[in-house]
């Protein structure tokens, strides 16, 4: 029997003279039924999936006989996705300070020096974000243990961590899971059982049943949406985003203060370093993730990384934070909205989460809270259902939407801001008012980004030879440089080296689980299955 003699579904139309069908039936060997496609490449140009300029653009790239010096000057930021091309002069000294050679840009493919964005943001430039997030993680790492970049070891010290939230503006629809599964790790993707987002509730004055009884999903795009949007208070939230920061820096000097009450008590001087981060919440207003380790004190040597004396417990350290948090608490500048009065800024009445960072027993270990802080600092506001630019005069009344939570937000902050002492809101209006730094330090926490990005830059100006790097023949080089443009020159150039990169990460990835195997014991290995 051959494939024009085999059976057809019933009611399958025949092509005249062939005996098969036009339209195959998916119910006789789907597999072998052909894939319609929308575009031939061999007529169009298309090909997996670019366009044929790019294509063109592509082809003409890499047949260059310059290709590999191309994608070798372009090495630094060929991950990047909006790289920035300075152009200019590199100038060479001597020891006297005579210039004794020049190089130009024109001399440079593409006449330009290509360099990274340095975006923080993942949902803009990866490339960026992840090397951002690494510098974090590294930056904590130091903090916590020590023993690195001049920083003694800090395996005497104590600290916590801990997570300070906003007080609540008005109802929303949450996801609570009371009791997590043993195997749940994951906090965007649990998928436990929730307990009932409202079971209680009566009906406010604009009519809204004040009551919700589904156990939402972590992808519910209710979520964080007031459950009348009348009744929510928009105005406190934002000015509560504003403020953020203040409040902040009272809280920390409230804990300087409970702390020398503390060491008074025991005729010890205490000393506390901290590092935090934000993170926006879904419901549109932010929340501090921090790190704060207990100092000593040398009084012949102040900056001196000291441990606590060991008469101070961690109980008594987590009970002086606590009290700092619940103590601070003010009034900000009047505004005509609020009857020509402030708002009052505190905590949330439960919105202080704190656990001991290493405690015998505890959950907080030190890989786990490192990589914790430091995944956040890549994050925006694409937790709420929004990442936007400034918002302006012509696109308020785009963003600005009266129907909608984030609109009613952004509404505010341009309301509000139209006032002398919260000028600063239309700035933020795009995150909701709050305009502080996503990671702020103590100085004597660890050391700065900027340490660490020299370290990056050392390593790969010698390529991977930092023995021989030498700081007096660097400062005999003078970089008059200019800004040219932001972005690749073409999309094919784009495809290239962001390909180029990523078969670069996946070789250093690949040599990184290949020593991780040579150095495992094999006593160690576990089944997959344990």
């Given at each position: 029997m051959t494939a024009s003699t085999l059976p057809l579904a019933p009611?399958?139309?025949?092509?005249?003279?062939?005996?098969?069908?036009?339209?195959?039936?998916?119910?006789?060997?789907?597999?072998?039924?052909?894939?319609?496609?929308?575009?031939?490449?061999?007529?169009?140009?298309?090909?997996r999936g670019h366009d044929p300029r790019t294509v063109q653009s592509g082809r003409a790239r890499a047949q260059d006989p310059d290709y590999p010096e191309w994608l070798h000057h372009v090495r630094a930021a060929a991950a990047c996705k909006h790289p920035i091309r300075l152009d200019g002069q590199i100038h060479v000294t001597d020891a006297d300070g005579r210039r004794i050679a020049t190089v130009d840009t024109d001399t440079m493919p593409d006449g330009a020096i290509y360099t990274p964005c340095g975006n923080r943001r993942a949902n803009i430039c990866p490339s960026c974000a992840e090397t951002y997030r690494r510098d974090t993680y590294h930056l904590i790492a130091a903090g916590l243990r020590g023993d690195r970049w001049g920083i003694p070891p800090l395996d005497q010290h104590i600290a916590i961590f801990l997570t300070a939230t906003a007080p609540s503006f008005g109802p929303v629809h949450h996801r609570v899971v009371k009791t997590h599964a043993a195997d749940c790790r994951r906090k965007d993707g649990c998928t436990c059982r929730p307990a009932i987002c409202h079971p209680f509730g009566r009906t406010c004055p604009h009519g809204h049943q004040m009551r919700c009884g589904q156990r939402h999903k972590t992808t519910d795009p209710h979520l964080g949406q007031p459950l009348c949007l009348d009744c929510y208070d928009h105005h406190a939230q934002v000015v509560w985003n504003h403020e953020a920061p203040e409040l902040w820096r009272r809280t920390i000097q409230q804990v300087d203060r409970e702390l020398r009450r503390l060491g008074r008590s025991y005729g010890v001087d205490l000393r506390r370093r901290y590092i935090k981060v934000y993170e926006f919440q879904v419901r549109g207003v932010i929340h501090y993730h921090a790190l704060i380790r207990l100092d000593g004190h040398n009084p012949d040597c102040p900056d001196a990384i000291v441990p606590p004396p060991r008469t101070?417990?961690?109980?008594?350290?987590?009970?002086?934070?606590?009290?700092?948090?619940?103590?601070?608490?003010?009034?900000?500048?009047p505004h005509p909205a609020h009857g020509n009065q402030g708002w009052r800024i505190a905590w949330g009445d439960k919105g202080l989460d704190?656990?001991?960072?290493?405690?015998?027993?505890?959950?907080?270990?030190?890989?786990?809270?490192t990589g914790y802080i430091a995944k956040y600092v890549t994050k925006s506001t694409e937790v709420t259902g929004q990442t936007l630019r400034r918002v302006d005069d012509i696109t308020i009344d785009i963003h600005g939407d009266p129907a909608t939570h984030v609109g009613r937000l952004i509404r505010a902050c341009w309301d509000l801001g139209d006032h002398e002492p919260y000028h600063r809101l239309r700035r933020w209006a795009h995150q909701y008012g709050y305009g502080g730094h996503i990671t702020t330090k103590s100085r004597a926490f660890s050391v700065t980004?900027?340490?660490?990005?020299?370290?990056?830059?050392?390593?790969?100006?010698?390529?991977?030879?930092?023995?021989?790097?030498?700081?007096?023949?660097?400062?005999?080089?003078?970089?008059q440089l200019g800004y040219q443009a932001t972005g690749w020159i073409t999309t094919g150039d784009?495809?290239?080296?962001?390909?180029?990169?990523?078969?670069?990460?996946?070789?250093?990835?690949?040599?990184?689980?290949?020593?991780?195997?040579?150095?495992?014991?094999?006593?160690?290995?576990?089944?997959?299955?344990?």
């Open positions: 009611g399958t139309p025949k092509v005249p003279g062939t005996g098969a069908s036009a339209e195959p039936d998916t119910g006789y060997w789907p597999w072998a039924t052909p894939t319609p496609t929308t575009r031939t490449p061999a007529e169009d140009g298309w090909v101070i417990s961690r109980d008594m350290f987590a009970d002086a934070v606590r009290a700092a948090f619940v103590k601070t608490t003010y009034t900000c500048a704190l656990a001991h960072v290493n405690a015998p027993g505890g959950p907080v270990n030190l890989n786990h809270i980004y900027g340490h660490i990005r020299l370290q990056r830059t050392i390593w790969r100006r010698t390529e991977g030879h930092p023995h021989t790097w030498d700081d007096e023949h660097t400062d005999r080089v003078i970089y784009a495809l290239l080296a962001n390909t180029a990169a990523a078969q670069a990460r996946a070789r250093h990835l690949a040599g990184l689980d290949a020593l991780a195997d040579d150095h495992t014991p094999r006593s160690t290995a576990q089944p997959l299955a344990a």
